[in-house]
């Protein structure tokens, strides 16, 4: 198991309460990882009485339009906000709510739902891939760790433990 934070340059918190995350966000497709992502979230959410937030996005392909996602990619996210919300319950999390939606690239949308839901922190798994025989970061984790205007929580699992 590895925990990895990541910020962008900032200006350093003025105040504590600056200090003190108010908002998590988690992205969750209902993984293994995912699942022990947003169990660790609820925990922290619970530390810090924050609000937490899982992000259930469901990829469309560039030639569908988002506001016409078919139905039953839908309800694949709905279900996957389903096992989040059965998660929170289970750890007592009090200040949650799922979100499911359409995206061409979750990493993006990601970012987008970091601005307009002004959250202080991404909790997510990390998914590799490999290109030329080098172990390397997906696109999604990438374009989060460079475009979200806040810190950035990673947890991976090492080769063996998978």
Known sequence: ?????????????????EAVPAHLLVPFSNTPEDREVLQFA?????AFQAKLTALCLVEVPRSVSLQNCPQ??????????????QI??????????????????C???IVEMVQSLHADMVLMAVRYRRRLGLQTLDDTVETVLRRAPCYVWLYGVP???K
């Open 88 to 105: 929170a319950q289970q750890m007592g999390c009090p200040r949650f709510e799922t979100m499911v939606k359409p995206a061409y690239h």
């Open 42 to 46: 609820c925990e922290f959410a619970n």
């Open 1 to 17: 198991m590895v925990f990895r934070i990541f910020r962008r340059s900032k200006p350093e918190p003025t105040e504590q309460s």
């Open 159 to 161: 080769e063996q433990e």
């Open 72 to 85: 039953i990619r839908l309800q694949e996210g709905e279900q996957m906000a389903h096992i989040a919300r």
């Open 107 to 109: 990493g993006h949308t």
